[in-house]
């Protein structure tokens, strides 16, 4: 049985080398390279220079452009637009992103790995909204009930 994908999680980090470290700290915890993508300034920048910067360009927005490329590079599981936007601002502010789409029911791990990492500010990510049955958690969004996060003994 192929497991469930949920929405990729993204970090933004200060440098290249920053986000290689959160690889190697989200490889340790079993997650698998190809789940992983890390988007660079420099690799905009070799490309298409101009989408770094926040113009139009023949009736193109740029940020609308980068974020498009951000969902075609991580192929694992489809990025949201909303979020998209978010990641295409951090990648023209200068800073990497990390984008991990975690097997289902390991994406508080992945977060919590993440969190301990030396990421640097990103814009919050708008809510996203579901049909209750395509949300992570649908029996407790059906009956309004908090998910449970953390075991307890």
């Known amino acids: 049985m192929a ?22 700290t989200l ?3 079993n997650f698998q390279e190809e789940d992983i993508s890390i988007i660079t300034p420099s690799m905009i920048e070799s490309s298409n220079p101009w ?3 926040r113009e139009s360009k023949d009736g193109v927005d740029s940020t609308e452009m980068l974020a498009q490329v951000i969902i075609g590079v991580h192929e694992v599981s489809r990025v ?11 990648l023209q502010e ?3 992103l990390l984008l991990i789409t975690a097997p289902f029911g390991e994406a508080l791990l992945a977060t ?12 919050e990510m708008p809510e996203l909204e579901y049909h209750t049955w395509l949300q992570p958690a649908p029996l407790s969004a ?6 449970l ?3 307890k003994s």
């Open 149 to 151: 996060s953390r075991r």
């Open 142 to 147: 059906l009956l309004n009930l908090p998910v």
């Open 3 to 24: 497991l469930l994908k949920l929405i990729p999680i993204g970090r933004a980090y200060a440098t290249e080398k920053d986000a290689l470290s959160a690889v190697d």
């Open 112 to 123: 919590d790995t993440l969190d301990g990492t030396s990421t640097v500010h990103m814009d």
């Open 27 to 29: 490889k340790a915890k």
């Open 94 to 96: 200068g800073s990497t």
């Open 51 to 53: 989408m770094l910067s």
């Open 80 to 90: 949201p637009d909303s979020h998209a936007m978010v990641y295409a601002e951090t």
